[in-house]
């Protein structure tokens, strides 16, 4: 068999859809586990759609997911330009769309637009509304000596496939089986722009047969124009690649995921405080299987286990609340060092004294499945929040707001002497009272952790909070709090 070659093809009309990334994830593993090839194209021929910038978030993207494409714009192999806009200036899509012309598999149409919005009023305007709207092969039926006078006297033109109105076409994908559909039904699809750019169906088509490319991975929205690829490929005597149409994305009602969810791209979701490589794997999953019950992997597990064949049919939910778990799994994954990295710049959004954000920061290790979760979890440290004193109520921990106000009053003075304000040094202190007065742990730990935080549940416990808070703003705090309960 050939080598493997599979190619990630994308438009920079903004940011990278989840689809996309699905997508681009599906091509680069195909090949990684057949030691091929994975060739990055640029197809920047829809104009109006460029955003600038976006070619940026292509690479970006690719190289935070831990994609190394083999082949690219700046990793020339031979099969170059990679960048369609590029290759357009060679020529090779008007020369193959001229040859189809020739072989009478396509022709030149001059209709202008208000010819074509009267084919679709008279459509809509009959009792068949419903009809899909095709062309009507109206230029295919000039003549030699009139198409030469319009391409002399300059006319407007596009380049269409001439798709034959009898018979069938059938192709097969990987995951589809063999699909056939009536020729009737395909539309005469335009080959060759207006302004002399390749559309993007016809481009892919060239452009794949002349890098190589074995292996085509798309969403299945593309299988209704899959036949019309065949066809150009019969047309030219090539072999078509092995299609592997990928499963519908949904959102948690079962409709397509739209920028609307608030998290159908890569930098939402990063944006959001996910991990590049809980994304990876989440969306790995979403449509295909390992077969097991396992669904943490890394992305060199990934290479080694993958099989496109066992991609589903079924639309995939992106379930958001399992990415949240699985990048919680990856935030405890993390070595303390990086972590640390990614969490104090979410720290610092929040904490602005003087404390040890370093500390503050490995509290919420555990205890967070987002880094744009930190935030909440210790925003008691630069300011005690307002709070109500039922906190100290805890049926659980069997305190009362009464106890709670006898533990902090006889607590404060040993606290007040208390001069090591180390976890060490506080713990000694409240577990000695404790031990003293004999009450359950609870009931003495409760009542100083509420005071301190202001919160129903923290990162920490008490001597934690107490010891990066330091001496003044804890006694500060638990003075407030009898207050509070005195004052009852």
């Known amino acids: 068999m050939d080598k493997i070659r599979t190619r990630y093809a994308p438009s920079p009309t903004g940011r990278m859809h989840v689809g996309n990334l ?98 679709r009023t008279s459509v809509s305007d009959s009792d068949e509304s419903k009809e899909i709207v095709k062309y009507d092969k109206h230029c295919l039926h000039l003549s030699k000596e009139e198409i030469e006078a319009k391409l002399a006297a300059g006319e407007p033109f596009v380049i269409r496939q001439n798709m034959p109105a009898t018979g069938t076409t059938s192709f097969t994908d990987a995951v589809y089986g063999t699909i056939t559909v009536e020729n009737e039904e395909l539309d005469d699809m335009i080959l060759i722009k207006s302004d002399g750019f390749p559309t993007y ?65 890569f930098e939402d979701l990063l944006e959001q405080g996910f991990l590049p490589e809980a994304i990876v794997n989440f969306m790995v999953l979403l449509g295909w299987s390992s077969g097991t019950d396992r669904e943490i992997f890394s992305l060199k597990e990934l290479e080694e286990i993958f099989d496109y064949h066992h991609i589903n049919k079924a639309p995939s939910v992106f379930d958001i609340q399992k990415l949240r778990w699985m990048n919680g799994e990856y935030m405890k994954m993390l070595d303390d060092d990086k972590y640390l990295e990614l969490a104090v710049p979410y720290v610092k959004e929040v904490v602005k004294k003087d404390y040890d954000l370093n500390k503050i920061a ?20 630069d300011e005690l929040p307002e709070y109500d004193t039922e906190m100290y109520v805890h049926k659980k921990m069997k305190t009362t707001k009464e106890s709670s106000l006898t533990v902090l009053q006889e607590l404060l003075p040993e606290l007040e002497a208390l001069e090591d304000y180390s ?43 107490m010891e990066i808070l330091g001496k003044e703003e804890s006694l500060n705090r638990i003075r407030k709090a009898i207050e509070m309960l005195s004052a009852e």
């Open 22 to 119: 699905r997508t681009a994830l599906y091509e680069y593993l195909i090949a990684k586990h057949e030691g091929g090839d994975f060739i990055l194209r640029i197809e920047d021929t829809d104009q109006e759609r460029y955003v600038e910038g976006a070619t940026e978030i292509i690479y970006r993207t690719i190289a935070k997911c831990g994609m190394e494409y083999d082949e690219g714009p700046d990793k020339d192999k031979g099969f170059g330009p990679y960048v369609q806009s590029e290759r357009m200036k060679t020529g090779v899509y008007m020369e193959y769309a001229k040859k189809l012309v020739e072989m009478g598999e396509a022709y030149y149409c001059f209709c202008t637009k208000e010819r074509l919005e009267g084919l």
């Open 201 to 265: 169906n016809f481009a892919n088509v060239i452009d794949d047969h002349l890098m190589k490319i074995t292996h085509v991975v798309r969403g299945n929205e593309y299988l209704s124009s899959t036949p019309k690829y065949t066809r150009l490929y019969q047309a030219f005597g090539w072999e078509e690649p092995t299609y592997v149409h990928c499963p519908l994305i949904t959102d948690e009602e079962h409709r397509k995921l739209s920028k609307r969810s608030g998290h159908s791209s």
């Open 362 to 381: 490995m509290l919420v290790k555990t205890r967070i499945e987002t880094l744009c979760d930190i935030g909440e979890k210790i925003d008691f440290f």
């Open 423 to 465: 976890i060490a040094g506080v713990e000694a202190v409240l577990m000695g009272y404790i031990a003293k007065t004999g009450i359950k742990n609870g009931q003495g730990l409760w009542p100083v952790r509420t005071a301190v935080s202001g919160k129903q549940s923290t990162p920490g416990g008490a001597y934690e909070i």
